[in-house]
Nanobody, 121 residues
Framework: QVQLVESGGGLVQPGGSLRLSCAASGGIFGINRMGWYRQAQGKQRELVAVVTHGGNTNYADSVKGRFTISRDNAKNTVYLQMNSLKPEDTAVYFC???????????????WGRGTQVTVST
């Protein structure tokens, strides 16, 4: 069974930084795209950033120049470095991975449980 475990959330002051990590494990043949969504209270979930297996990246306009997504394919882990954080970045951040299973070789999307990021004084 594939599991995604996130870490690195917390409380930070405006202008500060946080680094989120998300490690996938269990029955993995390979992983295509990995990425992060976020959901603020009362709002819809939105895509923050995505990275392909080859390292190509894409970002939401609201985080360009401040956030950096990266991945370690050997560790099946994706990271989100968040700098110059703003109060409007406050949300629950969810990672996802498009995992190709060892048994079926069919890619399926899996989600982490989410980690809270709060930007406040």
């Amino acid at each position: 069974q594939v599991q995604l475990v996130e870490s690195g959330g917390g409380l930070v002051q405006p202008g500060g930084s946080l680094r989120l990590s998300c490690a996938a494990s269990g029955g993995i043949f390979g992983i295509n795209r990995m990425g992060w969504y976020r959901q603020a209270q009362g709002k819809q979930r939105e895509l923050v950033a995505v990275v392909t297996h080859g390292g190509n990246t894409n970002y939401a306009d609201s985080v360009k120049g401040r956030f950096t997504i990266s991945r370690d394919n050997a560790k099946n882990t994706v990271y989100l470095q968040m700098n110059s954080l703003k109060p409007e970045d406050t949300a629950v951040y969810f990672c996802y991975a498009d995992v190709v299973h060892t048994t079926t070789l069919v890619p399926l999307r899996y989600w982490g449980r989410g980690t809270q990021v709060t930007v406040s004084t």
